[in-house]
């Protein structure tokens, strides 16, 4: 039975490989609260009183040094080894999870390791895991449109379109080299509409194997002399508006 767990944060997003060197802050005391709740689980107790903290190359490692770990732990650990569905995971751990995996969607340069390192299952949670409640897997086939910008276009092998959409998460999507390559502009670093075909999650709002149909014109512009010619319309057509107060109530049918 395993008696040492190794917990693994893998990121360079910041510009640099995380590791105890170097590392923000924030993202230590995130880290260290989250494994401590992952190895505690709902059960009281002291299960984290011997963490100490690791070096693992181009890493921060929290590794455990207790003598004997939690049964309900390592049961959890062998269902995750087993399947993604975490319906059957404490409540706690399955809450730490789902937040790794939900940045890890985010941030594709992010993911967590946790597992033995003398025997026993090992589990990544990173971009390509899709570790969830099953209540969660309400996947549909669509067509739809997404608004982001281009942050990367292209590849040798295999072409796609990594999008960084309004609420900061990232979508890649598949695409036709041919189909970028006729492209009148280049897409980078610009706010884009594309037109794209995927499965679409109606609980959490996720897409998953998204391909490219097309792009959508869409070039948004500011212009002042057109936002006056506006205004100048519209007051004149509610030049005989008698206040709005009074005109908001007259539509709502009050006297």
């Known amino acids: 039975m395993p008696t040492r767990l190794r917990f693994t944060l893998h990121d360079d997003s910041a510009g640099y490989a995380i590791s105890p060197a170097r590392v923000p802050l924030a993202w ?12 505690r689980g709902s059960e009281r107790g002291s299960a984290t009183a011997e963490m100490e903290v690791g070096v693992v190359e181009g890493s921060l490692a929290l590794e455990s040094a207790a003598p ?17 569905l975490l319906d059957e995971l404490d409540p706690r751990r399955c809450a730490v999870v789902q937040s790794w995996q939900q940045r890890a969607k985010r941030n594709p340069r992010r993911r967590y390791g946790v597992g033995a390192i003398d025997g026993g299952p090992r589990i990544e949670i990173g971009f390509s895991s899709d570790f969830r409640l099953s209540d969660a897997d309400r996947w549909v086939e669509t067509e739809r449109v997404v608004r982001g910008l281009v ?8 072409a796609n ?8 998460t990232s979508l890649a ?4 080299k041919g189909l970028l390559g006729r492209q009148p502009t ?28 097309d792009f959508i014109d869409y070039e948004p512009r500011f212009s002042e002399a057109e936002r006056q010619r506006l205004v100048a319309e519209g007051t004149r057509a509610w030049a ?12 709502r049918g009050n006297a």
């Open 28 to 39: 230590l005391r995130e880290f260290v609260r989250e494994v401590e709740d992952f190895v």
């Open 68 to 84: 004997t770990l939690p049964a309900a732990l390592l049961a959890d650990l062998a269902r995750m080894a087993e399947s993604e």
């Open 151 to 158: 942050y990367d276009a292209g590849g040798k092998t295999s």
């Open 161 to 168: 379109v990594h999008l960084q959409l309004a609420d900061g």
């Open 173 to 176: 999507v598949a695409a036709d």
């Open 186 to 213: 280049n897409p980078l670093y610009k706010p884009a509409l594309l037109r794209i075909r995927a499965r679409y999650n109606v609980v959490t709002r996720e897409h998953r194997d998204a391909v490219l149909i």
């Open 240 to 251: 005989d508006a008698e206040g709005a107060e009074r005109w908001v109530e007259a539509l």
